[in-house]
């Protein structure tokens, strides 16, 4: 069977890439076995600022295209016209680096209840890294686009489609003319196959899958792509306007051809009927401890609870840290590096008793929007939001309650003694 045999290339790659990142990532439950799905191995991923190749996670749904950079090209299509050589795109224009903090929009989807299928990621679909490349400003200027008007940039993939849906997501021309770029290297090291090799869009603070690999086209458009508008057969607008929408069980989405408010949780506080997943909501997750023994107990006794927090295009405000799985919180210190679109590192220095403790975390952004506490059940669509839980949805996106990640712990000496006698 062709599917079968798809699944077995599949699962060789996965293992292939498992291999090559010595094991910093793992596979995570794919119920419909669609993806090629890795995650950060350990929580330790989440104590650092950079995340080193080796434990940046993997998402997407078809073969990695047989990519050779000296051939590649990106076309200009929409209002633009033209096309890109890689040398073009590394020679002709400025080089930058950004810091962005990925996370999979489907992140915390394996904390919905009921299951809601699909890929059953915890929270190990999170990572920052640094990504050289050329600004989308600098392309766009050079070809006659400086101002938004409303428009949208449409970033095509050159992955082989699976059915007839070719990978397809517009991203608001003014964001693409703030900070995005189409990068070529990551972490200083030439793009991986698996990350996008020869060229993929970074956008800045945004949801994975704006974050299109294996960049062919770049299309600015009057709307988002919707079914038909690309210039190509096929499916056009699944992975816009299908899925990676937030919305309750059972409801199709209509497919807009624009909206006004592109802020996640502006759109799930109403401002969009099934919003789409724009920016990350805020977010934080714990490192350290990472749930693995023993835990680390200082000379001063003390034990540091690090993590990272992010909240899209906004900032962080504040991270505060329960040792007591919810009963009190501590204000946790910011600390590092401040990246717009990329996470910050949080510390709180804890007085640990032996025993079993629950830690969690929890940030608000700079316009106080807090994590909820939990996920909602599968009725309460936006009435979630008022008792502090996060709406259930059938897909599983966006998802940043705080409980379902706190981490689990025994504190003892390393003689297994009391820490605190
Ligand atoms: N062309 C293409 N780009 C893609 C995808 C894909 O399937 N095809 N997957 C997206 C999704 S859903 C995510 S979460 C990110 C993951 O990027 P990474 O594998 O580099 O971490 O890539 C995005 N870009
Ligand atoms: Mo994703």
């Known amino acids: 069977m062709a599917t079968e045999r798809a699944r077995e290339a599949r699962h060789r790659e996965i293992d292939a890439i498992v291999e090559a990142k010595a094991g910093g990532v793992a596979e995570t439950r794919d119920e419909a076995d669609k993806y090629t799905?890795?995650?950060?191995?350990?929580?330790?991923?989440?104590?650092?600022?950079?995340?080193?190749?080796?434990?940046?996670?993997?998402?997407?749904?078809?073969?990695?295209?047989?990519?050779?950079?000296?051939?590649?090209?990106?076309?200009?299509?929409?209002?633009?016209?033209?096309?890109?050589?890689?040398?073009?795109?590394?020679?002709?224009?400025?080089?930058?680096?950004?810091?962005?903090?990925?996370?999979?929009?489907?992140?915390?989807r394996g904390q919905h209840r009921p299951e809601t299928g699909s890929v059953q990621w915890d929270c190990e679909a999170a990572a920052t890294a640094f990504w050289t490349g050329t600004p989308v400003s600098s392309i766009l200027r050079d070809h006659g686009v400086s101002a938004s008007d409303g428009r949208w940039l449409t970033a095509v993939g050159g992955d082989p489609s699976d059915g007839d849906d070719v990978f397809a997501r517009s991203i608001p021309l003014e964001k693409a003319l703030d900070d995005c770029l189409l990068a070529y290297e990551m972490n200083g090291e030439p793009l991986p196959r698996e990350h996008g090799y020869p060229v993929r869009l970074i956008v800045p603070g945004w949801y994975g899958v704006n974050n299109v690999k294996w960049v062919e086209e770049l299309r600015v458009m009057d709307s988002m792509v919707t079914e038909g508008s690309l210039e190509r057969p096929g499916e056009h607008a699944y992975w816009q306007q299908e899925s990676y929408r937030v919305h309750p069980e059972g409801v199709e989405s209509n497919q807009n051809k624009t909206v006004d408010t592109y802020d996640t949780w502006d759109q799930l506080e109403g401002a969009?009927?099934?919003?789409?997943?724009?920016?990350?909501?805020?977010?934080?997750?714990?490192?350290?401890?990472?749930?693995?023994?023993?835990?680390?107990?200082?000379?001063?006794?003390?034990?540091?609870?690090?993590?990272?927090?992010?909240?899209?295009?906004?900032?962080?405000?504040?991270?505060?840290?329960?040792?007591?799985g919810g009963d009190t919180w501590n204000d946790a210190e910011l600390f590092g590096p401040d990246y717009a679109g990329a996470w910050r590192l949080f510390r709180y220095d804890w007085d640990a008793r032996p025993g079993r403790h629950t830690l969690l975390s929890r940030a608000a952004d700079d316009l106080?929007?807090?994590?909820?506490?939990?996920?909602?059940?599968?009725?309460?669509?936006?009435?979630?939001?008022?008792?502090?839980?996060?709406?259930?949805?059938?897909?599983?996106?966006?998802?940043?309650?705080?409980?379902?990640?706190?981490?689990?712990?025994?504190?003892?000496?390393?003689?297994?003694?009391?820490?605190?006698e």
């Open 272 to 324: 969009v009927e099934h919003p789409y997943t724009f920016d990350a909501n805020v977010m934080s997750l714990i490192g350290a401890p990472s749930g693995e023994s023993p835990v680390d107990v200082r000379p001063d006794e003390m034990v540091e609870v690090r993590g990272v927090a992010w909240a899209g295009d906004d900032a962080v405000d504040r991270v505060q840290v329960s040792t007591d």
């Open 368 to 420: 106080n929007r807090r994590q909820p506490s939990r996920i909602s059940g599968p009725d309460a669509w936006r009435d979630a939001l008022e008792t502090d839980e996060y709406p259930w949805n059938e897909g599983g996106y966006a998802a940043n309650a705080y409980e379902p990640n706190g981490v689990d712990i025994e504190v003892r000496t390393d003689n297994g003694k009391d820490v605190s």
């Open 37 to 108: 799905v890795l995650g950060a191995a350990s929580r330790r991923t989440f104590a650092n600022w950079l995340t080193p190749i080796e434990e940046h996670f993997v998402c997407h749904r078809n073969d990695i295209p047989d990519a050779d950079a000296d051939a590649w090209t990106v076309s200009l299509t929409g209002g633009l016209e033209g096309t890109l050589s890689m040398a073009d795109v590394r020679d002709e224009y400025p080089t930058v680096a950004v810091a962005h903090t990925m996370e999979c929009a489907g992140n915390g």
